[in-house]
Structure formats: structure tokens, C-alpha cells
């Protein structure tokens, strides 16, 4: 029995050119090696079998019947060895049946994938796109898990780049807004400083209870500007923020572009903060994983396509 980890592959491929054209010197000339060369080859792959393998009779070489029962088997090896160094075909959008991920919030789930949807159909007519929560995102173990290919989250502060083995593209700028209820009594146009610090607030919690790279990136704001939140309640959506502000005195920061759709569907309104507005920069973030593939890489122009048009070009060159 031939312990597979022991043998050198070469030899295989020099003993399929052996059987498969009967000569030391054919075989040696097609492998691009000396015939001396293939002579060793098989001197030493007779020890390995305990064969003689080929024999000479006259001119040419004879398979013995161990040969014989070797050659059709050598040769599908070969064959599936060949298959697997072939450049894989070329990615066809319109043929693929393959199911994207992307994981982004509720907030991008509401003012962004519809519109990313309706770019997905008309690119990959028969591929399906599947969405996840960022609470799906963190237990399943990230973009590195290859549970998923590409996800939407804001930068953090600074402008470090991303970590070893992540590579980013920057999408678009958002900035938070506050909204309270239609008819708020202590609410009008604009929050002074000492009312938002004696309101209470509703606090959004998406990464598994616990606050995401944006929920930082508003706290540090926050107490940079000598603002403090009053918490009331916490979620883990912007859809169940919103909805509570509409039942509640409560008063909830979100992104303005989920603001803008959900003004339009409950009696809420946005109101004007006391300092400027907290600014995110989107971004889309990938592995390594999926850098290379054609596929992930024809979706991710779906999503910056999707999100250009709406917001007049997405600009900036991928980060790794």
C-alpha cells in the first residue's frame, strides 16, 4: 500500500507521459524534462509499486498488466488535476444563480436596499440576494467567517485604514438627525442644549446588544460637544426607535436618510440639534476571502451602482 503523503506528484505526471506515449524519449520531450531524467523517475516509481511497469520489446515500451490497470486511472487523476488549475469561466450576471449577502443595518435595510433590490433584479435576474442584520453578521462570526460577502458600515473616527486582510470602499456621508413626535409639547424647530440634556432618550443597539463602530463614533461626539443622553429605553433597530418616538415624549437620533423615510410614514418630525450635525461615512467593507471572485466583485458594483444614484456618484478608490 502506497502511503499517498510519501509520494512525489511529478513522478505520476511523468509516468501517465510514459504510458500514454510508450517512450522514455516521447515522454521526456512532451514533459519538457531530459530523458536521462524520465529514466530515474521510473526507476524509482518501480520501487514505489514494486512493479517494472514497462518493459522494452524491440523499439518500444510494453505496459505490464499492473500498468495496464494503472493507466485509465492515472489518466482521470491528471485530468481532474488539469481541471482544477483552470482559470474558472468567466462570470456571467445574467446566468449566475448564485445567492449574495450583505449585512447592514435596518437603517440602509429601509432608505437602501430597496433601491440596491431593484439593481439586483435587472443585474442578476436569476441570482438571489439575501439580507442580514448586523446581529447576524456578528454571530455568525464577520465577513472573515464566509457566511457573507460584503457588508455597509460607517468609518470609524480618524482615517486609519482598515485591518490586515479587510479592503473598504467609501460609499457616501450621512449625517444624524433628531426626531420626536408630531406635536411634541417641549419640541419645536430646534433642541437648545439644556433640553436635549433634560429630555429622555432612546438608544439604538445593533452589534448583539452592544453599540457599533457608529454608536462610538455619536457617543464621543456627544461628549465632546458637553451633551449627555437621559436613556429611556434601548433597541436594537431604527425602525423600533422610530416607532416608539411617535407613542412616546421620547426623543431618537438616526441616520437622516431612515429619518427621511419613516417622517413619511408616522407622525414624526425631525428637528434641528443644538450643535452641527454628527457626520458618518459609509462604507462598504469586504474580505480578502471575496476580493478576487468575480462574482462578489460584479455585486459589489451592484450595491455602489444602487447607491451612486442616488446619492450622485460614489467616490473614492477601495482601502485595504
Known sequence: MVNPASLDLNRLLVLHAVLETRSVTRAAARLHVTPS?????????RDTFADALVVRSGRNLVLTPRAAELAPRLAEAVAAVTRVLESPPAFAPEQS????????SDAEQIAEVPRIAEMFARKLPRATLRILSVDQLEASGGLAAGGVDVAIAPAGPGSHPPPRGFHVRPLYREEGVLMVRRGHPRVRRKVTRELFNSLRHIDILLALGR???GHGVVEEYLASHGLRRDIAVTVPTFAAAAAIAAQTDWIAGMPRRVATVVARQLPLVMVEPPTPAVAFHMQLVWHDRTDADAGARFFRT?????????NGGASGPSRR
Open 97 to 104: 444563480t448564485r445567492t449574495f449577502s450583505l449585512a447592514c
Open 37 to 45: 531524467a524520465v529514466s530515474n523517475t521510473l526507476a524509482q516509481l
Open 302 to 310: 451592484v450595491i455602489v451602482g444602487a447607491v451612486a444614484g442616488r
Open 211 to 213: 453599540g457599533g463602530i
